[in-house]
């Protein structure tokens, strides 16, 4: 197994300027999120997937857009690239749990790292 | 909303000192996970905890859930360069895939 592929891993903008990261898994992880990971903030959800067709905001989700149309692969796009989106993006995936018990692990990809200048 | 705290935010120590990095919750937490980065890479995991009062441990690292299930410690033992990272810890608020993290620690360890 590959496990969470994140594509690319270094990427260069200009102000305006759209572009998508890409993501899969090969896990058939039902769950899919994405973070942002900026110096002293940890990381931070910006979108979320419980299934093929079905996404939810996370905690800083504007500026960006996502769609799963397939279980594997779950793109996250940026709309119109602003210096405040210069971060690193990881993609992460999980099997669903059933209840409050039989939380499992979240498996991150190794990050894509965006400048926005 | 839930939040994470944790502290130290950085920590410096000797090779073969013990150190202890702590995780705090807003709320009652159902799954705290730590994972550990290194610099420039994706997150590795670590441990998850589940219930209050458990106690996992791998080679040198132990992590505590405490019985109020609102705060979490890692603590290593006899650290070693190869510990050096950013440590953070995660928790699930609910059922689903949408972990929050804390701010992360970074260690750094001295030969």
């Known amino acids: 197994n590959a496990g969470v592929t994140q594509t690319p891993k270094f990427q260069v903008l200009k102000t305006g300027q759209s572009m998508t990261l890409q993501c899969a898994q090969d896990?058939?992880?039902?769950?899919m999120s994405w973070y942002r990971q900026d110096p002293g903030m940890g990381l931070r959800l910006i979108h979320y997937s419980v299934g093929a067709g079905i996404t939810d905001q996370g905690e800083v989700p504007n500026g960006y857009n996502v769609s799963r149309s397939t279980t594997e692969d779950f793109p996250l796009r940026l709309l119109s690239a602003a210096p405040s989106q210069t971060s690193v993006y990881f993609c992460a995936s999980n099997r669903a749990s059933r209840g409050r018990v039989g939380f499992h692990e979240q498996y991150f990809g190794p990050g894509t790292r965006l400048t926005v200048t | 909303s839930q939040e994470l705290e944790q502290s130290p935010q950085s920590l410096i120590v000797q090779e073969g000192k013990n150190l202890t990095i702590n995780c705090t919750s807003s709320?009652?937490?159902?799954?705290l996970y730590w994972y550990k980065q290194k610099y420039g890479e994706g997150l590795i995991f670590l441990m998850m905890l589940q219930k209050g009062g458990e106690e996992k441990s791998h080679e040198k690292i132990t992590a505590k859930l405490d019985e109020k299930k609102q705060q979490s410690s890692l603590h290593i033992t006899a650290s070693q360069p190869s510990h050096a990272g950013i440590y953070l810890c995660?928790?699930?608020?609910?059922?689903?895939?949408?972990?929050?993290f804390g701010q992360g620690t970074t260690l750094q360890v001295k030969p």
């Open positions: 896990m058939n992880h039902e769950y």
């Open positions: 709320k009652t937490l159902y799954g």
């Open positions: 995660g928790a699930g608020p609910s059922n689903t895939g949408k972990l929050i």
